[in-house]
Protein backbone atom coordinates (compact mmCIF):
# COMPACT_ATOMS: atom_id res chain seq x y z
CA UNK A 1 0.00 0.00 0.00
CA UNK A 2 1.50 3.31 -1.01
CA UNK A 3 2.54 5.37 1.44
CA UNK A 4 -0.37 8.84 1.83
CA UNK A 5 -0.32 12.28 2.60
CA UNK A 6 -2.32 15.35 2.46
CA UNK A 7 -1.37 17.52 -0.52
CA UNK A 8 1.62 19.61 0.51
CA UNK A 9 1.98 23.44 -1.32
CA UNK A 10 6.05 23.72 -1.91
CA UNK A 11 5.96 26.65 -4.96
CA UNK A 12 9.61 25.99 -6.66
CA UNK A 13 11.69 29.29 -5.90
CA UNK A 14 11.75 30.29 -9.36
CA UNK A 15 9.09 31.51 -11.57
CA UNK A 16 6.97 28.16 -12.79
CA UNK A 17 6.93 28.85 -16.81
CA UNK A 18 3.64 29.66 -18.57
CA UNK A 19 2.17 26.22 -19.03
CA UNK A 20 0.85 25.14 -22.65
CA UNK A 21 -2.56 25.05 -21.70
CA UNK A 22 -2.52 28.04 -19.08
CA UNK A 23 -4.71 30.88 -20.63
CA UNK A 24 -3.81 34.06 -19.39
CA UNK A 25 -6.03 35.84 -17.97
CA UNK A 26 -7.87 39.20 -19.07
CA UNK A 27 -5.94 42.39 -17.58
CA UNK A 28 -9.01 42.79 -15.55
CA UNK A 29 -8.18 39.78 -13.99
CA UNK A 30 -4.62 40.18 -13.61
CA UNK A 31 -4.33 42.82 -10.33
CA UNK A 32 -2.35 43.81 -7.52
CA UNK A 33 -3.76 45.42 -4.24
CA UNK A 34 -2.27 47.18 -1.63
CA UNK A 35 -1.26 45.80 2.02
CA UNK A 36 -4.12 47.70 3.48
CA UNK A 37 -6.76 46.66 1.02
CA UNK A 38 -5.85 49.91 -1.01
CA UNK A 39 -6.15 50.45 -4.47
CA UNK A 40 -5.12 47.64 -6.95
CA UNK A 41 -3.29 48.06 -10.44
CA UNK A 42 -2.75 46.12 -13.28
CA UNK A 43 0.24 43.62 -13.49
CA UNK A 44 2.63 44.47 -16.48
CA UNK A 45 2.57 40.27 -17.83
CA UNK A 46 1.26 36.90 -16.92
CA UNK A 47 3.19 35.61 -13.44
CA UNK A 48 2.13 32.64 -13.24
CA UNK A 49 0.64 32.45 -9.63
CA UNK A 50 -2.67 30.73 -10.99
CA UNK A 51 -0.39 27.58 -11.55
CA UNK A 52 -0.28 26.98 -8.28
CA UNK A 53 -3.25 24.92 -9.08
CA UNK A 54 -2.09 22.83 -11.21
CA UNK A 55 1.05 22.10 -8.88
CA UNK A 56 -1.12 21.30 -5.96
CA UNK A 57 -3.02 18.66 -8.31
CA UNK A 58 0.33 17.33 -9.46
CA UNK A 59 1.44 16.66 -5.77
CA UNK A 60 -2.42 14.98 -4.74
CA UNK A 61 -2.18 12.47 -8.00
CA UNK A 62 1.46 11.69 -6.65
CA UNK A 63 1.31 11.00 -2.97
CA UNK A 64 -2.26 10.66 -2.28
CA UNK A 65 -4.11 11.51 0.66
CA UNK A 66 -6.12 9.69 3.48
CA UNK A 67 -9.32 10.15 4.48
CA UNK A 68 -10.78 8.24 7.73
CA UNK A 69 -14.41 7.80 8.25
CA UNK A 70 -16.00 6.05 11.05
CA UNK A 71 -19.50 4.68 11.62
CA UNK A 72 -21.46 4.17 14.62
CA UNK A 73 -25.00 2.52 15.14
CA UNK A 74 -26.74 -0.23 16.53
CA UNK A 75 -26.10 -3.43 14.51
CA UNK A 76 -28.20 -3.88 11.39
CA UNK A 77 -28.41 -0.15 10.94
CA UNK A 78 -27.22 -0.48 7.32
CA UNK A 79 -23.49 1.00 8.59
CA UNK A 80 -21.73 -1.82 5.82
CA UNK A 81 -24.13 -0.77 2.96
CA UNK A 82 -24.12 2.64 3.18
CA UNK A 83 -19.98 3.07 2.84
CA UNK A 84 -19.95 0.84 0.50
CA UNK A 85 -21.97 2.74 -1.40
CA UNK A 86 -20.74 5.68 -0.76
CA UNK A 87 -17.54 4.24 -2.17
CA UNK A 88 -19.28 1.94 -5.23
CA UNK A 89 -16.38 -0.45 -3.68
CA UNK A 90 -16.64 -3.07 -0.76
CA UNK A 91 -14.83 -1.22 1.68
CA UNK A 92 -16.23 -2.07 4.70
CA UNK A 93 -15.32 -4.67 7.74
CA UNK A 94 -18.06 -7.53 6.33
CA UNK A 95 -17.15 -7.31 3.29
CA UNK A 96 -13.47 -7.40 4.15
CA UNK A 97 -14.63 -10.70 5.18
CA UNK A 98 -13.95 -9.65 8.93
CA UNK A 99 -17.61 -11.15 10.34
CA UNK A 100 -18.67 -12.71 13.38
CA UNK A 101 -21.83 -14.04 14.19
CA UNK A 102 -22.49 -12.68 17.53
CA UNK A 103 -22.82 -9.21 18.60
CA UNK A 104 -19.91 -8.43 20.60
CA UNK A 105 -20.19 -8.43 24.43
CA UNK A 106 -18.48 -4.74 24.66
CA UNK A 107 -18.23 -2.00 21.60
CA UNK A 108 -15.10 -2.66 20.24
CA UNK A 109 -13.59 -0.87 17.34
CA UNK A 110 -12.39 -2.36 13.96
CA UNK A 111 -10.58 -0.26 11.08
CA UNK A 112 -10.04 -1.77 7.63
CA UNK A 113 -8.39 0.61 4.98
CA UNK A 114 -8.38 -0.15 1.13
CA UNK A 115 -6.63 2.12 -1.46
CA UNK A 116 -9.30 3.86 -3.81
CA UNK A 117 -8.55 5.52 -7.20
CA UNK A 118 -10.46 7.82 -9.53
CA UNK A 119 -9.39 9.98 -12.55
CA UNK A 120 -5.63 9.37 -11.09
CA UNK A 121 -5.49 10.54 -7.76
CA UNK A 122 -5.47 8.07 -5.05
CA UNK A 123 -7.35 7.90 -1.57
CA UNK A 124 -6.55 5.63 1.54
CA UNK A 125 -9.63 4.97 2.85
CA UNK A 126 -10.00 3.91 6.37
CA UNK A 127 -13.63 2.47 7.68
CA UNK A 128 -13.75 2.12 11.35
CA UNK A 129 -16.90 0.18 12.84
CA UNK A 130 -18.17 -0.11 16.20
CA UNK A 131 -19.81 -3.25 16.34
CA UNK A 132 -21.29 -3.92 19.85
CA UNK A 133 -22.31 -0.39 20.27
CA UNK A 134 -25.94 0.20 21.35
CA UNK A 135 -26.58 -3.52 21.34
CA UNK A 136 -25.78 -4.41 25.08
CA UNK A 137 -28.59 -4.20 27.61
CA UNK A 138 -27.47 -1.26 29.62
CA UNK A 139 -26.03 0.55 27.19
CA UNK A 140 -24.60 3.65 29.51
CA UNK A 141 -21.23 4.84 28.61
CA UNK A 142 -21.32 2.92 25.54
CA UNK A 143 -19.58 6.25 23.90
CA UNK A 144 -16.64 5.85 25.97
CA UNK A 145 -14.42 3.41 23.77
CA UNK A 146 -15.40 5.26 21.18
CA UNK A 147 -14.24 8.01 22.49
CA UNK A 148 -10.90 7.00 23.58
CA UNK A 149 -9.97 5.57 20.52
CA UNK A 150 -10.76 8.84 18.71
CA UNK A 151 -8.38 10.64 21.41
CA UNK A 152 -5.57 8.12 21.13
CA UNK A 153 -5.40 8.98 17.26
CA UNK A 154 -5.01 12.48 18.57
CA UNK A 155 -2.35 11.38 20.79
CA UNK A 156 -0.61 9.26 18.47
CA UNK A 157 -0.31 12.35 16.04
CA UNK A 158 0.89 14.54 18.98
CA UNK A 159 3.72 12.11 19.57
CA UNK A 160 4.82 11.59 16.08
CA UNK A 161 5.18 15.57 15.69
CA UNK A 162 6.88 15.84 18.55
CA UNK A 163 9.60 13.16 17.58
CA UNK A 164 13.02 15.02 17.13
CA UNK A 165 13.63 12.89 13.96
CA UNK A 166 10.08 13.17 12.62
CA UNK A 167 9.03 11.04 9.61
CA UNK A 168 8.66 13.12 5.98
CA UNK A 169 4.86 12.00 6.34
CA UNK A 170 3.28 11.73 10.00
CA UNK A 171 0.36 8.82 9.51
CA UNK A 172 -2.84 10.30 9.68
CA UNK A 173 -5.80 7.67 11.59
CA UNK A 174 -7.03 11.14 13.44
CA UNK A 175 -11.00 10.61 12.63
CA UNK A 176 -12.11 13.14 9.98
CA UNK A 177 -15.64 12.00 9.96
CA UNK A 178 -18.15 10.00 12.24
CA UNK A 179 -21.24 9.09 10.50
CA UNK A 180 -23.67 8.66 13.41
CA UNK A 181 -26.83 6.27 12.50
CA UNK A 182 -30.07 7.24 14.50
CA UNK A 183 -32.77 4.12 13.47
CA UNK A 184 -36.24 5.18 11.43
CA UNK A 185 -38.45 4.81 14.35
CA UNK A 186 -40.41 7.59 13.82
CA UNK A 187 -39.91 7.98 17.72
CA UNK A 188 -38.05 10.35 19.61
CA UNK A 189 -34.25 10.25 19.58
CA UNK A 190 -32.78 7.48 22.18
CA UNK A 191 -31.13 8.46 24.94
CA UNK A 192 -28.31 7.06 23.71
CA UNK A 193 -27.99 8.77 20.99
CA UNK A 194 -28.29 12.28 22.59
CA UNK A 195 -25.67 11.44 25.03
CA UNK A 196 -23.03 9.89 22.48
CA UNK A 197 -24.32 13.05 19.88
CA UNK A 198 -23.61 15.18 23.08
CA UNK A 199 -20.34 13.91 23.71
CA UNK A 200 -18.97 13.13 20.80
CA UNK A 201 -19.79 16.58 18.83
CA UNK A 202 -16.56 18.55 20.43
CA UNK A 203 -14.21 16.42 19.16
CA UNK A 204 -15.41 15.19 15.67
CA UNK A 205 -16.92 16.02 12.89
CA UNK A 206 -20.23 14.36 13.54
CA UNK A 207 -22.64 13.63 10.89
CA UNK A 208 -25.98 12.16 11.73
CA UNK A 209 -27.92 10.53 9.20
CA UNK A 210 -31.54 8.62 9.24
CA UNK A 211 -30.87 4.50 7.98
CA UNK A 212 -33.09 2.77 6.47
CA UNK A 213 -35.31 5.74 5.09
CA UNK A 214 -37.24 3.23 2.95
CA UNK A 215 -39.29 2.23 5.99
CA UNK A 216 -40.88 5.66 6.39
CA UNK A 217 -43.36 7.18 3.97
CA UNK A 218 -42.40 10.32 2.67
CA UNK A 219 -44.39 12.23 5.24
CA UNK A 220 -43.04 10.34 8.57
CA UNK A 221 -39.61 10.86 7.40
CA UNK A 222 -39.99 14.68 7.03
CA UNK A 223 -41.71 14.51 10.15
CA UNK A 224 -39.38 12.48 11.57
CA UNK A 225 -36.52 14.42 10.19
CA UNK A 226 -38.11 17.83 11.57
CA UNK A 227 -38.43 16.19 15.19
CA UNK A 228 -34.56 15.13 14.98
CA UNK A 229 -33.58 18.64 14.34
CA UNK A 230 -35.59 19.54 17.23
CA UNK A 231 -34.49 17.51 19.62
CA UNK A 232 -30.55 18.05 18.40
CA UNK A 233 -31.36 21.75 18.90
CA UNK A 234 -32.50 21.77 22.38
CA UNK A 235 -30.19 18.95 23.54
CA UNK A 236 -27.34 21.54 22.41
CA UNK A 237 -25.95 18.85 20.16
CA UNK A 238 -23.73 20.77 16.93
CA UNK A 239 -23.11 18.81 14.26
CA UNK A 240 -21.17 19.27 11.15
CA UNK A 241 -20.39 21.93 9.76
CA UNK A 242 -20.76 24.11 12.49
CA UNK A 243 -21.60 28.08 11.98
CA UNK A 244 -18.61 28.69 14.45
CA UNK A 245 -16.55 27.36 11.43
CA UNK A 246 -17.84 28.92 8.51
CA UNK A 247 -14.94 31.04 7.15
CA UNK A 248 -17.05 33.35 4.66
CA UNK A 249 -20.70 34.47 3.19
CA UNK A 250 -20.13 32.40 0.83
CA UNK A 251 -19.04 29.22 2.76
CA UNK A 252 -22.53 30.06 5.30
CA UNK A 253 -24.62 30.30 2.56
CA UNK A 254 -22.80 26.87 1.58
CA UNK A 255 -23.47 25.62 4.44
CA UNK A 256 -26.61 26.70 5.69
CA UNK A 257 -28.52 25.05 3.05
CA UNK A 258 -26.79 21.65 4.39
CA UNK A 259 -27.22 22.43 7.89
CA UNK A 260 -31.38 22.97 6.73
CA UNK A 261 -31.31 19.54 4.71
CA UNK A 262 -29.45 17.41 8.19
CA UNK A 263 -30.06 14.93 9.02
CA UNK A 264 -29.95 13.54 5.19
CA UNK A 265 -32.45 10.51 5.57
CA UNK A 266 -30.44 7.85 3.47
CA UNK A 267 -31.05 4.37 1.92
CA UNK A 268 -27.74 2.30 1.03
CA UNK A 269 -27.64 -0.36 -1.06
CA UNK A 270 -24.79 -2.25 -3.01
CA UNK A 271 -27.05 -3.93 -5.60
CA UNK A 272 -27.54 -2.75 -9.13
CA UNK A 273 -30.87 -2.95 -10.63
CA UNK A 274 -32.07 -2.43 -14.20
CA UNK A 275 -34.45 0.74 -14.74
CA UNK A 276 -35.66 2.60 -17.87
CA UNK A 277 -32.69 1.00 -19.40
CA UNK A 278 -30.09 2.18 -17.03
CA UNK A 279 -28.39 0.36 -14.33
CA UNK A 280 -29.09 1.86 -10.91
CA UNK A 281 -27.72 0.96 -7.23
CA UNK A 282 -31.51 0.16 -5.24
CA UNK A 283 -33.09 -1.84 -2.97
CA UNK A 284 -36.37 -4.16 -4.88
CA UNK A 285 -39.66 -4.09 -3.41
CA UNK A 286 -42.92 -5.47 -4.21
CA UNK A 287 -43.66 -2.16 -5.15
CA UNK A 288 -40.26 -1.31 -7.28
CA UNK A 289 -36.78 -0.48 -6.95
CA UNK A 290 -36.23 2.61 -4.30
CA UNK A 291 -32.99 3.82 -6.39
CA UNK A 292 -30.55 4.81 -4.10
CA UNK A 293 -28.98 7.80 -6.13
CA UNK A 294 -32.75 9.05 -6.96
CA UNK A 295 -33.47 12.27 -4.84
CA UNK A 296 -36.95 11.89 -5.22
CA UNK A 297 -36.65 8.72 -3.39
CA UNK A 298 -34.24 9.33 -0.54
CA UNK A 299 -31.57 12.13 0.43
CA UNK A 300 -28.25 9.41 -0.49
CA UNK A 301 -26.97 11.93 -3.02
CA UNK A 302 -26.84 14.39 -1.22
CA UNK A 303 -25.19 12.81 1.93
CA UNK A 304 -22.65 11.92 -1.04
CA UNK A 305 -22.44 15.58 -2.69
CA UNK A 306 -21.74 16.96 0.78
CA UNK A 307 -19.07 14.42 2.07
CA UNK A 308 -17.41 13.42 -0.79
CA UNK A 309 -17.47 16.27 -3.64
CA UNK A 310 -17.62 19.34 -1.55
CA UNK A 311 -16.69 19.14 1.91
CA UNK A 312 -13.54 16.31 1.98
CA UNK A 313 -10.94 18.61 2.25
CA UNK A 314 -12.78 20.80 4.57
CA UNK A 315 -13.09 17.74 6.62
CA UNK A 316 -9.83 17.28 6.64
CA UNK A 317 -8.77 20.72 7.91
CA UNK A 318 -11.51 20.93 10.49
CA UNK A 319 -10.36 17.64 12.08
CA UNK A 320 -6.76 19.20 11.97
CA UNK A 321 -7.10 22.88 12.75
CA UNK A 322 -9.79 22.74 15.02
CA UNK A 323 -10.28 19.36 16.88
CA UNK A 324 -6.19 18.43 16.81
CA UNK A 325 -5.72 21.41 17.86
CA UNK A 326 -7.60 21.83 21.00
CA UNK A 327 -6.47 18.33 21.89
CA UNK A 328 -2.87 19.22 21.57
CA UNK A 329 -3.06 22.79 23.08
CA UNK A 330 -5.31 20.94 25.99
CA UNK A 331 -2.25 18.15 26.21
CA UNK A 332 0.43 20.52 26.72
CA UNK A 333 -0.73 22.94 29.18
CA UNK A 334 -1.92 19.91 31.02
CA UNK A 335 1.25 18.91 30.96
CA UNK A 336 2.80 22.26 32.06
CA UNK A 337 4.17 22.93 28.74
CA UNK A 338 6.43 19.95 29.01
CA UNK A 339 6.88 17.32 25.90
CA UNK A 340 4.11 14.84 25.93
CA UNK A 341 5.88 12.11 25.71
CA UNK A 342 6.75 12.65 29.77
CA UNK A 343 3.58 12.08 30.54
CA UNK A 344 1.11 9.21 29.16
CA UNK A 345 -1.80 10.49 27.14
CA UNK A 346 -5.37 10.88 29.44
CA UNK A 347 -7.47 8.55 27.42
CA UNK A 348 -4.47 5.72 28.21
CA UNK A 349 -2.69 3.11 26.68
CA UNK A 350 -3.94 1.77 23.62
CA UNK A 351 -6.14 -1.48 23.81
CA UNK A 352 -8.31 -0.79 20.64
CA UNK A 353 -9.04 -3.73 18.35
CA UNK A 354 -7.52 -2.14 15.52
N1 LIG B 1 -34.57 -1.41 4.03
C1 LIG B 1 -33.27 -1.20 4.07
N2 LIG B 1 -32.42 -2.19 4.39
C2 LIG B 1 -31.09 -1.94 4.41
C3 LIG B 1 -30.57 -0.66 4.12
N3 LIG B 1 -29.22 -0.72 4.22
C4 LIG B 1 -28.93 -1.98 4.56
N4 LIG B 1 -30.04 -2.73 4.67
C5 LIG B 1 -30.14 -4.15 5.02
O1 LIG B 1 -30.02 -4.25 6.44
C6 LIG B 1 -29.27 -5.41 6.81
C7 LIG B 1 -28.06 -4.99 7.65
O2 LIG B 1 -27.21 -4.18 6.87
P1 LIG B 1 -25.68 -3.93 7.27
O3 LIG B 1 -25.12 -2.97 6.29
O4 LIG B 1 -24.96 -5.23 7.42
O5 LIG B 1 -25.87 -3.27 8.69
P2 LIG B 1 -24.74 -2.90 9.78
O6 LIG B 1 -25.26 -1.73 10.52
O7 LIG B 1 -23.42 -2.76 9.14
O8 LIG B 1 -24.78 -4.19 10.69
P3 LIG B 1 -23.66 -4.70 11.76
O9 LIG B 1 -22.45 -5.05 10.96
O10 LIG B 1 -24.32 -5.87 12.40
O11 LIG B 1 -23.42 -3.59 12.71
C8 LIG B 1 -28.88 -6.08 5.48
O12 LIG B 1 -29.83 -7.08 5.20
C9 LIG B 1 -28.99 -4.96 4.46
O13 LIG B 1 -29.29 -5.44 3.16
C10 LIG B 1 -31.49 0.39 3.77
O14 LIG B 1 -31.13 1.54 3.52
N5 LIG B 1 -32.82 0.07 3.78
Not at 140 to 163: A, D, G, H, R, T
Not at 323 to 349: M, V
Request: net charge neutral; aromatic share 8%; glycine share 6%.
Amino acid sequence: MSEMAPPEVRPKPAIPAKPPHAVPPSASTLSIQGSGGGPSSALLGYIGIDTIIQQMRKKTMKVGFDFNIMIVGHSGLGKSTLVNTLFKSQVSRRSSGWTCERIPKTVEIKSVSHVIEEGGVKMKLTVIDTPGFGDQINNENCWEPVSKYISEQYEKFLKEEMNIARKKRIPDTRIHCCLYFISPTGHSLRQLDVEFMKRLSSVVNLVPVIAKSDTLTPEEKNEFKQRVRKELETSGIEFYPQKEFDEDIEDKNENNKIREAMPFAVVGSDKEYQVNNKRVLGRKTPWGVVEVENPNHCEFAQLRDFLIRSHLQDLKEVTHNIYYETYRAKRLNDNGGLHPLTCSAPAGPSESNV
